[in-house]
């Protein structure tokens, strides 16, 4: 249930050629339409006596989310507000439901007024002006509920809100205690202690790899770019970006870990299908890098290994610091175009900082939270969780959830960035081929790609 | 009684000879575009107007930053110069070569086997051999997918517990093989039923001719049923040609499996898939359509062609 928050391509719904090309033409239809508000000038505040008003007007919103029982978090919201009625859909999870999305958008009809949007995707939707900006509905006083970078995801360039925070992934290492203990190896602090324990384990039982650095997810590659402090993409105006993807700090990590895949001492699996989830369970995989939401995925996903794993945080790059990268988390956004921006303004405000709403999510969903008071709740943090032996992990993410870089920026087409990836770094790890060579590739393919759409790439 | 009962009848229906003759006024002409009117209303609307607004798509470009701008022809000149695309369309070139030939010939001695009259239980064999036809091809993909498994699927279990190295169906070696294994799986059934509809056509006195003349079994089959199935055969030929070059649910589902392999632009329908919702190029995806109906309206045309020839000959 955590792959929500996952955003490698994942296409689950079968189309046929047919229906792929019917749906093409479908999606080019009323090409013309769509709203053109949303520029860079604010939109006037809207009064707490029109709040009030639209609030206790009977209205029905459609809200688009993938996040299991949501239903749950709604009910209170429309507790609070009889008057508006909120239906649930779930229009598929990542890839799927942002292709509905957009179609639904370019037909300019049959769009949800409320949307599960994750952090990396809120730059490509903002640029279609697919998203209101919240600012007039009193989102920024919201700011400082939220952990900082978690609220600089959902900050456009121009200062508006896209979004409010729903949850996050902020990075660590899930580590198996036994295996560890077997071969004499210690909890690494630096990626270079990490690299000599995987060659040690390699040379020890080459069937056991230290980690496994998945083929297909560009999700984590980003979290390690983030954590070494990578800025791969940056949007100093609108119409221009500057794309970073193979500078010095990201052939390091290309490097690092293309030499580490192709001395076999990490495999390259692709993750979230049967084989991974197996060789999880077989112990495969001594060490899982990975999100804050992690860890009770895991307790799901492989029981046969209950009470054999730790966390820890993920090595450094220079020992004594201590950062880290960020993977998944979700927001909730309102669809330009809406009929009722309020009271969908409100529902992401609601059910994203309501204290019973949050706590609700963080522990029936298990989304790892984005409001600082959740994260100093003592009955959250210090929750000791048998499946690792009994380590209160939460209070290690809360922690490294404060080390995250605030300044990370995705870029406005991420769909094509991922599957350029998988098509470039992703198979120089599933080949064994030069990482860092590969960087390049992916380097030339998003320039190009960029320009071709019409930006200023590097001015 | 009779004679009243027909006698009250007739009086009863006097507007009858009226809407006779009304109906004899409106022309045959008319009366056939009343009834080929459902088909056409669906046909333009479903397929034609689709159909002239893609083309009409595939003259623009459309831009994340500076909107739409008419392109003239240069998505098309883009398209054929386009590496991914071209080794796309070599690629399902190839499956094509070497699929549909094993799979017709395969649904053509099955059909042989059913008509000839001499197996036992021909309807269950005939309902086994069609049966993958039905499964719908995700689940088909699924399934397939866990059988090629390289830890978990049947084959690497059997390879390992034979101290053999799994079978690499997944691999970029591989993987075309075992996406024409997929197909030739799912579709020799209907080819088949095809074939076998166009035997039981086939006029007895032929065979009962044969008969007499002293053709056995497989002389009957040679010289009788493989001549008489040359139209059946050419339509499932001109169906595999549109089948293989518009390749797409399988590898599409396979590629979760195997990401690396298959690619965005492994085959040509894949790759317009990609275009139009990954990269939001529907213009380009729009052209690259285009381009792909043309190469199967001419690959289509030259099967036609070269048959054809050869059956004059």
Redesign the interface.
């Known amino acids: 249930m955590f792959i929500t928050r996952l955003f490698?391509?994942?296409?689950r719904t079968?189309?046929?050629?047919a229906l792929?090309?019917?749906a093409?033409?479908l999606?080019?239809?009323g090409?013309g339409g769509g709203s053109s508000s949303g520029t860079a000038s604010q939109a006037p505040a809207v009064s707490q006596a029109d709040i009030d008003k639209a609030m206790s007007t009977p209205t029905e919103l459609t809200f688009w989310t993938w996040v299991p029982n949501i239903q749950k978090e709604v009910d209170l919201f429309q507790k609070k507000y009889p008057a508006i009625k909120v239906k649930v859909v779930n229009a598929g999870q990542g890839t799927p439901q942002y292709?509905k999305l957009?179609t639904a958008l370019k037909a300019g009809t049959g769009f949800p007024d409320a949307v599960q949007i994750e952090f990396q995707y809120i730059p490509t939707f903002a640029?279609?002006k697919s998203l209101m900006d919240l600012r007039p509905y009193g989102a920024e006083a919201l700011k400082d509920k939220f952990v900082p970078w978690t609220w600089q995801q959902v900050v456009g360039s121009g200062g508006q809100v896209w979004a409010v925070p729903q949850d996050s992934g902020p990075m660590g290492m899930l580590y198996r205690k036994d295996i560890f203990d077997k071969y004499g190896i210690g909890v690494p602090k630096t990626w270079e202690e990490f690299a000599a324990a995987a060659r040690k384990l390699h040379a020890a039982d080459p069937k056991v790899s230290m980690t496994n650095l998945a083929?297909?997810q560009a999700g984590v590659w980003f979290g390690m770019l983030w954590q070494a402090g990578v800025k791969p993409f940056e949007s100093p105006t609108?119409?221009s970006i500057k794309v970073d993807l193979n500078g010095a700090e990201s052939k390091k990590v290309a490097d690092y870990w293309g030499g580490l895949i192709k001395d076999g001492a990490v495999s390259a699996d692709?993750d979230f299908?049967?084989?991974w989830y197996?060789?999880l369970n077989r112990g495969s995989y001594a060490t899982w890098l990975t999100a804050a939401w992690g860890p009770v995925f895991l307790e799901g996903s492989a029981k046969a290994t209950s009470g054999k794993w730790r966390a820890a945080p993920l090595p450094q790059w220079e020992a004594g610091k201590n950062v880290s990268g960020n993977w998944g988390g979700s927001t909730t956004a309102v669809v330009q175009g809406t009929k009722n921006p309020i009271a969908a303004a409100k529902l992401a405000e609601f059910i994203n900082t309501d204290p019973e709403s949050t706590k609700m999510f963080a522990t029936q969903q298990f989304l790892f939270p984005v409001t600082k008071a959740l994260l100093a709740d003592t009955s959250f943090v210090d929750k000791p969780l048998p499946f690792y032996g009994g380590q209160p992990v939460n209070k290690l993410f809360a922690g490294i959830s404060d080390t995250v870089d605030t300044k990370f920026q995705w870029p406005?087409?991420l769909?094509?960035t991922v599957?350029d990836w998988?098509?470039t770094v992703?198979?120089s790890?599933?080949?064994k081929t030069d990482s860092s060579a590969a960087l390049d590739q992916w380097q030339d393919r998003i320039t190009k790609?960029a320009q071709?759409?019409?930006?200023k790439v590097n001015p | 009684m009779s004679v009243n009962t027909t006698e009250r009848l007739e009086a009863q229906a006097p507007g009858r000879g009226e809407v006779r003759r009304r109906w004899r006024g409106v022309s045959h002409a008319s009366t056939g575009y009343l009834f080929v009117a459902p088909f056409m209303l669906v046909f333009v609307a479903m397929l034609v107007l689709p159909l002239a607004y893609a083309a009409y798509l595939s003259l623009f470009q459309e831009r994340l930053i500076g909107g739409t701008v008419f392109a003239g022809l240069s998505n098309y000149t883009r398209a054929l110069t386009d590496p991914r695309l071209l080794h796309g369309v070599g690629r399902v070139a190839l499956f094509f070569v070497i699929q549909v030939p094993i799979m017709l010939v395969v649904a053509l001695l099955a059909a042989l086997a059913i008509d000839s009259g001499l197996l036992r239980m021909a309807k269950v064999f005939r309902l086994g051999i069609f049966l993958p036809y039905a499964v719908p091809s995700v689940v088909a993909a699924l399934m397939w997918g866990y059988l090629y498994g390289p830890d978990f699927g049947p084959f690497a279990q059997l390879a390992d517990s034979l101290g053999l190295a799994a079978p690499k169906f997944l691999t970029s070696g591989w993987m075309l093989g075992s996406l024409a294994n997929v197909v030739t799986w799912e579709f020799t059934g209907y080819n088949m039923i095809i074939l076998y509809a166009a035997l039981r056509a086939v006029p007895h006195d032929l065979y009962e001719a044969a008969a007499v003349d002293g053709a056995g079994a497989i002389r009957t089959a040679w010289s009788i049923k493989i001549p008489a199935l040359r139209p059946a055969l050419l339509v499932c030929l001109i169906f595999s040609v549109i089948g293989s070059f518009q390749l797409f649910s399988e590898p599409q589902l396979m590629q979760r499996l195997a990401p690396s392999v298959i690619d965005s632009g492994y085959t040509p329908n894949l790759y317009g898939y990609s275009l139009a919702f990954t990269g939001q190029e529907v213009n380009y995806a729009a052209a690259v359509s285009f381009l792909l109906g043309a190469v199967i309206v001419v690959a289509s045309y030259a099967v036609l062609f070269i048959t054809t020839r050869r059956s004059r000959s």
């Open positions: 490698n391509i994942r296409r079968a189309v046929g050629t792929a090309l019917a093409l033409a999606a080019a239809c090409g292709t957009r640029l279609t083929q297909s609108a119409d692709a299908n049967d084989a197996q060789a406005p087409f769909d094509q599957s998988n098509e992703g198979k790890f599933a080949n790609y071709n759409q019409g930006f």
